[in-house]
């Protein structure tokens, strides 16, 4: 088969793999139907995440099912599979408890921008479809796997409640989604902080009644004048870095909750402000599996279509022009197609 492999930073090669097997009675092989550049990827491309050896890319993923362990028995081959960028068996106990990428036995996916993808855990993590859906599908499908469902992670994590207030912290797929999911939860008001026209228009198309183009404290003072000098309810950090961090924290009412699901680097939290503050922080890994039936229904019936953060559709033989144009901010999502 062919996939993405990172040899340094800016350096991504479409290279001949060894195809995968089944390794595990857990394990399926699934055959991609299409697959994406993550926002998280440009970490290591840029050069703040150490590359180290040379290594297959990518954690998103939407295909049809090759073959399956002998354990494997929730799917089957020829069907169309959804699953999470953090495999998971749902049933241990953190599974159980609704926090599966946190899953006892958890494996993170890094090989998904190739032809064909071992799935490990594939009982738990993967959910099939009725059918095959109409490729019109798969963006969004593919959008459920990660950023869809880490959107989802923050409005819940932030706590959006009807009629309430919320702002998102990013511009990317992620801030995007978060935008839908503050909607979709019932927020009356969205402030999305964005800097770039190209992406405040899909913000204000998801459902963004509000624009914040400056940033760290002059963006967390705006926020403040926006919100009667109180803050928002909800604050959804879709970022990671210790400015976007702050401002969220900054952004917010007392007793008002931040959702914070940006990969953090070189991130550090006050103590002594976060205890004065009154203001709750949750985050971590999405638990995409827990969202997946209910997301997956939201797209095949046309309720959301976060498949319109896929602004460039590329060959997969063109990843790394798909790195470049997301590096250079000439895309915000770039889809991958066998």
Same mark, same amino acid.
Request: aromatic residues 6%; proline residues 7%; charged residues 25%.
């Given at each position: 088969?062919?996939?993405?492999?990172?040899?340094?930073?800016?350096?991504?090669?479409?290279?001949?793999?060894?195809?995968?097997?089944?390794?595990?009675?857990?394990?399926?092989?699934?055959?991609?139907?299409? #697959?994406?550049?993550?926002?998280?990827?440009?970490?290591?491309?840029? !050069?703040?995440?150490?590359?180290?050896?040379?290594?297959?890319?990518?954690?998103?993923?939407?295909?049809?099912? $090759?073959?399956?362990?002998?354990?494997?028995?929730?799917?089957?081959?020829? &069907?169309?599979?959804?699953?999470?960028?953090?495999?998971?068996?749902?049933?241990?106990?953190?599974?159980?408890?609704?926090?599966?990428?946190?899953?006892?036995?958890?494996?993170?996916?890094?090989?998904?921008?190739?032809?064909?993808?071992?799935?490990?855990?594939?009982?738990?993590?993967?959910?099939?479809?009725?059918?095959?859906?109409?490729?019109?599908?798969?963006?969004?499908?593919?959008?459920?796997?990660?950023?869809?469902?880490?959107?989802?992670?923050?409005? $819940?994590?932030?706590?959006?409640?009807?009629?309430? #207030?919320?702002?998102?912290? !990013?511009?990317?797929?992620?801030?995007?989604?978060?935008?839908?999911?503050?909607?979709? *939860?019932?927020?009356?008001?969205?402030?999305?902080?964005?800097?770039?026209?190209?992406?405040? &228009?899909?913000?204000?198309?998801?459902?963004? #009644?509000?624009?914040?183009?400056?940033?760290?404290?002059?963006?967390?003072?705006? /926020?403040?004048?926006?919100?009667?000098?109180?803050?928002?309810?909800?604050?959804?950090?879709?970022?990671?870095?210790?400015?976007?961090?702050?401002?969220?924290?900054?952004? #917010?009412?007392?007793?008002?909750?931040?959702?914070?699901?940006?990969?953090?680097? !070189?991130?550090?939290?006050?103590?002594? $402000?976060?205890?004065?503050?009154?203001?709750?922080?949750? !985050?971590?890994?999405?638990?995409?599996?827990?969202?997946?039936?209910?997301? /997956?229904?939201?797209?095949?019936?046309?309720? /959301?279509?976060?498949? *319109?953060?896929?602004?460039?559709?590329?060959?997969?033989?063109?990843?790394?022009?798909?790195?470049?144009?997301?590096?250079?901010?000439?895309?915000?999502?770039?889809?991958?197609?066998?």
């Amino acid at each position: 088969m062919r996939g993405a492999v990172i040899h340094a930073p800016r350096d991504i090669r479409f290279e001949t793999l060894d195809d995968p097997k089944i390794l595990h009675p857990t394990d399926a092989i699934i055959r991609t139907a299409v #697959t994406c550049v993550c926002g998280s990827d440009l970490w290591a491309y840029r !050069g703040p995440e150490p590359v180290g050896d040379p290594h297959p890319m990518g954690h998103e993923y939407v295909g049809i099912v $090759e073959e399956v362990g002998s354990e494997v028995t929730h799917v089957q081959p020829g &069907q169309f599979v959804v699953g999470s960028f953090a495999t998971s068996d749902n049933t241990c106990a953190n599974c159980r408890n609704g926090y599966q990428s946190n899953c006892l036995h958890r494996e993170f996916m890094s090989t998904c921008q190739a032809d064909r993808v071992r799935i490990p855990n594939a009982q738990g993590t993967l959910v099939a479809t009725d059918e095959v859906p109409g490729e019109e599908f798969w963006p969004g499908l593919l959008a459920v796997s990660d950023v869809m469902g880490t959107g989802w992670w923050a409005a $819940e994590a932030a706590e959006v409640e009807p009629g309430s #207030t919320a702002v998102v912290v !990013g511009d990317g797929a992620v801030g995007l989604c978060a935008v839908i999911a503050a909607k979709e *939860k019932g927020a009356e008001r969205i402030i999305v902080m964005s800097r770039h026209p190209s992406r405040q &228009q899909p913000a204000r198309e998801f459902g963004a #009644t509000d624009v914040v183009t400056e940033r760290g404290e002059e963006g967390s003072a705006r /926020i403040k004048d926006l919100t009667g000098g109180i803050g928002a309810d909800s604050v959804l950090e879709c970022v990671g870095t210790e400015q976007s961090v702050r401002q969220a924290l900054r952004s #917010t009412r007392p007793g008002g909750k931040v959702g914070f699901v940006g990969v953090p680097h !070189g991130v550090a939290v006050d103590g002594q $402000e976060l205890f004065f503050s009154h203001v709750g922080l949750r !985050g971590g890994p999405a638990p995409v599996r827990r969202y997946l039936p209910d997301l /997956i229904d939201r797209v095949l019936t046309g309720r /959301i279509d976060p498949g *319109k953060v896929f602004d460039l559709t590329l060959p997969l033989d063109q990843v790394a022009e798909g790195y470049r144009a997301m590096d250079e901010r000439r895309a915000v999502k770039a889809l991958l197609k066998p």
